[in-house]
Nanobody
Framework: QVQLVESGGGLVQAGGSLRLSCAAS????????LGWFRQAPGKEREFVAA?????YYADSVKGRFTISRDNAKNTVYLQMNSLKIEDTAVYYC?????????????????WGQGTQVTVSS
């Protein structure tokens, strides 16, 4: 069982930056594939970024967001730069016990509670 706790969300002006963190329990953190997803009001949850031994991004965030992990701290990060109003959403981190990359939310077994990111004009 893996428990995930996100932090770092908040209110930021368009063009600004935020860094989200997701702390995970468990002793096999390095074996997990990790992802960030987001859900805006009235919309379905969507893929943002994923990391295994490499990284993968949604086109909408490529070049602006960076996913990284610190296996020693059991933590995955999402650095978000050049934020846009359309990035406003609840951001969730997720984990799957696989070293393969996936952007499919149904393939992630473990989810955090989410953290709100609001980008204002």
């Amino acid at each position: 069982q893996v428990q995930l706790v996100e932090s770092g969300g908040g209110l930021v002006q368009a063009g600004g930056s935020l860094r989200l963190s997701c702390a995970a329990s468990g002793r096999t953190f390095s074996a997990y594939g990790l992802g960030w997803f987001r859900q805006a009001p009235g919309k379905e949850r969507e893929f943002v970024a994923a990391i295994t031994w490499t990284t993968y991004y949604a086109d909408s965030v490529k070049g602006r967001f960076t996913i990284s992990r610190d296996n020693a701290k059991n933590t995955v990060y999402l650095q978000m730069n050049s934020l846009k109003i359309e990035d406003t959403a609840v951001y969730y981190c997720a984990a799957r016990f696989s070293a393969t990359m996936s952007s499919n939310l149904s393939e992630y077994a473990y989810w955090g509670q989410g953290t709100q990111v609001t980008v204002s004009s």
